[in-house]
């Protein structure tokens, strides 16, 4: 996706803003999240993107694994999708926040799910992601008339419901 013609549609965390108004200014260093919802949705973003510096650098360091950037370059064929937030950030002390949020993504166009409640800690001034538990839930298909997947906004039979 170009950036110009990116300007003109939601961001990709799904908000209702631009790319350019959400997401870019914290992937681009100009900005650091406000709270672990912001980081949450320019994590989002920047894996749709496959921007691995960003990931990296928004993992903890007391939890980032040493070969986080490898592991994320080997995940390159996940194409990442949508995201829902299902909860306003939750916490006990103001330095660390959980957020729960199912997302889509899709390997070999085949979807799956990942449902998780992701720990924030907010150290310095910045968020980091630290840890996360995850949900079984299991993916359920659009009907033929929804949204596809793969966030198209074609109704799923006439986009990868053809290919089914
Ligand atoms: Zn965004
Ligand atoms: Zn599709």
């Given at each position: 996706m170009t950036r110009s013609e990116d300007a003109y549609h939601d961001c990709h965390c799904g908000s209702n803003t631009t790319y350019q108004r959400c997401c870019e200014p914290?992937?681009?260093?100009?900005?650091?999240a406000r709270n672990a919802e912001q980081l949450m949705?320019?994590?989002f973003s920047a894996y749709k993107l496959k921007i691995n510096?960003?990931?990296?650098?928004?993992h903890h360091p007391a939890k980032r694994p040493p070969d986080l950037l490898a592991s994320l370059k080997a995940q390159s064929d996940i194409e990442w999708h949508s995201l829902d937030i299902l909860n306003k950030p939750t916490s006990k002390n103001i330095n660390e926040a959980f957020v729960e949020f199912k997302a889509v993504?899709?390997?070999k166009?085949?979807?799956?799910?990942?449902?998780?409640?992701?720990?924030?800690l907010s150290e310095n001034g910045a968020w980091y992601y630290i840890d996360?538990?995850?949900?079984?839930s299991p993916y359920v298909f659009p009907t033929r008339n929804e949204p596809c997947w793969c966030g198209s906004?074609?109704?799923?039979?006439?986009?990868?419901?053809?290919k089914r």
């Open positions: 914290l992937h681009l260093g100009l900005l650091t949705r320019a994590r510096s960003y990931l990296v650098q928004t993504f899709s390997q166009n085949c979807p799956g799910m990942l449902h998780e409640q992701s720990r924030f996360g538990i995850h949900h079984d906004r074609q109704k799923f039979k006439k986009c990868h419901g053809l």
